[in-house]
């Protein structure tokens, strides 16, 4: 956990009863609404809350960038004393980037794709006449530098798509950094990169907020960040500031009951309560799946003036999942879990090896010959807005498979409905579209969707990474509560560690194509064999922090279940 030690003396920023009203027809009639808070200079200030809660409309606010459709109505935003809602774009304008900057959650899309990344930083100093001449390049250069990029010679010519996630987010920091603003608002930086990723850039920002003393605020939903680097944090749930206090005092001793509830949500890096913890047990019982030395590799031809590029994306991997069981797949983007999701799919072939469902070999199987099959292999996509017809209902989402395997119209419409009940929805959910539906709801209907089809096998990939963690704690009960029902075998793709702790009977994890230890969750997460697998451990954010209430909650949640279980 960051031990700040800002200036209690005058605020860096002062936010003073800020209400930003919403349209007419929203669900609520503020997006934020008198809210106040400080932030000092040398100190970071960590703002959580689920989707919707206000606290990127707050970032926003602060940097002028709100829509045009959306104004503050009341309050003040006070940077060194100024306010800002009183300023003209103009002056604004003058102020992003040299008072003020901000890093964005996904730097590819606020990264111009058609000009370098070293001309792109430059460009913050060109709209402010400042490094002129030979001194912009060997500014950038430096900045490039300090951010820990290698080769920044090369860097500075390179473009976008060109770098990883990482290296991307990287240059977005350079660029906040180029005019060392006195304030640094960071929206969602680390959401989706891997956990090693995830760890150098927390470790950068908390380095360059002591090393420059600047002031720091860091919007998030993860609480194991909160826990990494937060000096003092406040909760806003609604539009309303519902918490704040230090770090120490928000995560150990929350007060208010929404404050509660998330923490609680928040699963533990420690093994959950599962029945067993025999390393094999994923394998235990008939094996829906066993998978016997899976090889994929992908080759990029070459060319006149290109080398071709051969990556071995799965090497030699072998596992078995019993029916009602969850194996979990953890590693880094690049390590072949997913490739290893597709080939289950049959959404990409194999280069070698066996994939035998209920003991017959799908690898070798044609387009044709595996169809009556795919029915009972379902998956559940990462990205449920993505992944959902726009233009069709919730309905029609559920039915069109069951109708294409020729289920009768009657049975497939009511076997829609029971599902949504089974997933907790509303009966009205089944004439409503993908849009109007939250994130977490969204996933509920990906879960149901797979359920339609009556499978044996779910294939899970990444499936809550990108919920709230509250919504996150609901989609991962519910998916525990189907399996267990309906004894289906569930192989779970995650990079989050915590996730797996809680949910899987058997943990593999990847590094570059190749398994390099497999155990219990328990052998997994408490002790680690391989170098890689303590690395990963070791990169989780607050991993010295485990949240004080989500044993009693999750305790309190299998109880209610089996409870339930009884009565019917």
């Known amino acids: 956990m960051a031990i700040g030690n800002p200036d209690q003396g005058a605020a860096l920023l002062s936010i003073r009863g800020l209400s930003i009203p919403l349209p007419a027809g929203g669900d609520r009639q503020y997006a934020v609404r008198d809210v106040s808070f400080d932030i000092h200079a040398g100190e970071i200030l960590c703002i ?37 809602l009183g300023m003209d774009e103009k002056t604004l304008r003058g102020m992003r980037g040299k008072d003020m900057a901000m890093i964005f959650q996904e730097p590819l899309s606020a990264l111009n794709p058609l000009q370098p990344v070293g001309e792109q930083i430059a460009e913050v100093m060109r709209v402010h006449a400042a490094y002129p001449g030979p001194a912009r390049k060997a500014r950038v250069l430096e900045l490039l530098d300090f951010v820990g990029l290698p080769d920044p010679a090369s860097l ?28 640094l608002i960071a929206d969602e930086p680390t959401t989706a990169l891997d956990v090693t990723t995830q760890a150098q850039i927390l470790a950068l920002i908390a380095r360059i907020q002591r090393e420059k003393g600047m002031g720091v605020m860091f919007v998030t939903h993860d609480f194991g960040v909160v826990a990494e680097i937060a000096d003092r944090v406040v909760v806003m749930e609604k539009g309303l500031l519902v918490e704040e206090g230090t770090a120490d ?108 469902f209920d003991g017959r070999d799908i690898a070798p ?28 209902t919730v309905g029609r989402i559920l039915c069109d498979g069951p109708l294409a395997c020729g289920v009768p119209r009657e049975q497939a419409l009511a076997r829609a409905r029971e599902l949504l009940q089974l997933v907790e929805l ?30 044996r096998l779910i294939v899970a990939d990444e499936s809550v990474s990108a919920l709230d963690v509250s919504v996150q704690a609901q989609v991962l009960r519910l998916l525990r509560d189907v399996q267990r029902r309906l004894g289906i075998a569930l192989v779970f793709i995650t990079h989050d560690l915590r996730v797996a702790a809680q949910i899987c009977d058997a943990v593999l994890v990847m590094h570059r194509g190749s398994v390099v230890e497999r155990g219990s969750p328990a052998q997994i997460f408490e002790t680690p064999q391989h170098a890689y697998t303590r690395q990963l451990i070791d990169a989780m954010p607050g991993r010295d922090w485990d949240p004080p209430l989500a044993r009693q909650t999750a305790a309190q949640a299998e109880a209610q279940a089996d409870a339930m279980e009884t009565i019917r």
């Open 48 to 84: 959580v809350g689920e989707s919707g809660s206000g606290k990127s409309m707050s970032a926003n606010a602060i940097m002028g960038l709100l829509p045009a459709y959306l104004r503050p109505q009341q309050g003040e935003i006070l940077l060194h004393g100024k306010n800002l």
């Open 156 to 183: 500075f010519h390179a473009w976008p798509f060109s770098l990883s996630g990482g290296q991307r987010q990287r240059v977005m920091i350079a660029m906040a950094l180029a005019l060392e603003p006195a304030l």
């Open 365 to 392: 199987l044609s387009e044709r010959e595996f169809r009556p099959l795919r029915r009972h292999i379902q998956m559940i996509f990462q990205d449920p807005f993505a992944s959902l017809n726009p233009r069709h």
């Open 249 to 356: 005092q928000v995560l150990n001793r929350p007060r208010h009951s929404y404050t509660q509830r998330l923490i609680a949500s928040v699963p533990s890096h420690r093994p959950g309560d599962r029945e067993d913890n025999d390393p094999a047990d994923a394998a235990s019982g008939y094996p829906v799946l066993r998978v016997e030395a899976l090889r994929k590799t992908y080759v990029s031809p070459g060319g006149l003036f290109k080398r071709k590029r051969v990556v071995e994306a799965v090497k030699d991997v072998s596992f078995s999942v019993g029916a009602g069981k969850t194996l979990g797949i953890v590693g880094e983007s690049g390590s072949g879990k997913s490739t290893i999701g597709k080939c289950l799919l049959k959404l990409t072939g194999t280069d070698g090896g066996g994939m035998y």
């Open 426 to 455: 509303d009966a009205s959910a089944f004439d409503r579209y993908p849009s109007q539906f939250s994130g977490g709801q969204r996933q509920r209907i990906g879960i149901a969707r797979a359920l339609a089809m009556e499978p």
